[in-house]
């Protein structure tokens, strides 16, 4: 087969394991370990949440140096209002249809189908490959392989690669985010005595106040600016009727913030107003408990890392520039101090939808680039 026949058959293994987040992807681990154990990678499975594992396969020699490439295993729940199998590849002229053939498998069997055809005396530097779990519900899975490469040190690239659909444009960097869930209650009572009685709907507008007040503290100057600092309640539930006072409500919220901005303190101000609401409703019983859903830092690869430059004139697609979604980048940046940049095959645009896609080009492309990469990286002396 062409390395484009072999990618595409690789996609449409990889699409037909249903790893939706918060289910199984052991099955697809599997799968990906015996195709790198076969032709002598080190293969590790990493287990971490129940029925879900990290992979670490290394192909090449051991050591310093060289390239990680990263891409997320989980992909978010097919739904309905699909014209074609959610979790199988439908070729239509250059388009592959199926859920995760953007985002973000596509990365991972142009991947695996490369470095499956290395010879590995041709490598002076390692390639690894790494595959996480949960990613699209916070980057929940990663935690437990980064903790792994703390713990071994046998994992020093000088570049991690991770393949989010970015049409094989490099980007180097992004907002991080913070999540919570908040709960306000109260004692019931009759709505005609809102006017003494705290209440749970009450409290929460008024976090919810805050909240957008803090949004507009921060928006950009210039209208069309890309924001350093973004705040939104997604979700507000509560009471149960017109005439009961609310002893009940739920939110939820996000901050969004870059490099140069420290969450805790962003927080601050919400801190605070939730405890005095939670003092309001404290004194007739009820309260307010403040859960963190999930949380992922920012990403900002310098535009002068040489690293940066070295994937830019590979991927020959312009400089890079940021985009408008998290990744896993931060914490790699974070956890292994090396440079991180993110690029891989297919639209962002189409990812999340029914009749996702990526083309056959895209492929093409993103086999040219990491061929090209591995080469600078690991091939050279």
């Known amino acids: 087969m062409t390395g484009a026949d072999a990618a595409v058959a690789s996609l449409t293994r990889l699409v037909s394991f249903v790893t939706e987040s918060r289910t199984s992807n052991i099955a697809l681990l599997e799968w990906v370990a015996d195709r790198a154990d076969a032709v002598g990678a080190r293969v590790e499975i990493l287990p971490g949440a129940p029925g879900r594992a990290n992979l670490l396969a290394s192909f090449g020699p051991e050591g310093a140096g060289g390239v990680l490439l990263s891409a997320h295993s989980d992909v978010v729940p097919a739904g309905e209002g699909w014209a074609h199998p959610a979790y199988a590849v439908t070729r239509e002229g250059d388009l ?24 590995p005396a041709d490598l002076h530097h390692p390639v690894h490959l790494a595959l996480s779990y949960d990613e699209e519900v916070g980057c929940a899975g990663v935690g437990g392989l980064l903790d792994h490469l703390a713990v071994t040190g046998s994992v ?13 444009q490099p980007r180097n960097r992004h907002l991080g985010k913070v999540a919570f869930d908040v709960t306000f209650t109260a004692e019931p009572g009759h709505s005609s005595r809102s006017h003494v009685l705290p209440s749970a709907i009450t409290s929460a507008a008024r976090v919810v106040a805050r909240i957008d007040a803090e949004n507009h503290r921060h928006r950009p ?19 149960h009727a017109l005439n009961v006072d609310a002893e009940r409500c739920e939110l939820s ?44 830092p920012a990403l900002h690869t310098e535009a002068d890392q040489p690293m940066l430059a070295l994937v830019e004139r590979i991927a020959d697609a312009g400089k890079a520039a940021a985009i408008g979604y998290g990744t896993e980048g931060g914490m790699f940046a974070a956890a292994l101090r090396v440079p991180v940049v993110i690029c891989g095959p297919g639209d962002i645009a189409v990812a999340h939808r029914p009749d996702e896609f990526v083309s056959v080009e895209q492929l093409l492309r993103c086999e040219r680039f990491l061929s090209g990469l591995i080469e600078a990286l690991c091939a050279g002396p």
Do not use: Q, W
């Not at 859920?99 to 142009?110: E, P, Y």
């Not at 000088?158 to 970015?166: A, K, R």
């Not at 901005?261 to 107003?273: M, T």
């Open 96 to 119: 592959l249809f199926g859920r995760g053939t953007a985002d973000m498998k596509g990365f991972i069997a142009v991947a695996l189908e490369l470095l499956c055809r290395l010879d």
């Open 156 to 168: 020093r690239p000088d570049l991690v690669l991770i393949g989010e659909p970015t049409m094989m």
């Open 221 to 239: 100057v210039e209208a069309r600016a890309a924001p350093e600092v973004s705040l939104n309640c997604g979700t507000l539930h509560g009471g």
């Open 253 to 296: 919220f996000e901050v969004r913030f870059s490099t140069d901005h420290d969450p805790e303190r962003l927080l601050a101000p919400l801190r605070a107003a939730i405890d005095r609401e939670g003092e309001l409703l404290g004194a007739v019983g009820g309260g307010v408990t403040m859960v963190e859903t999930l949380r992922y």
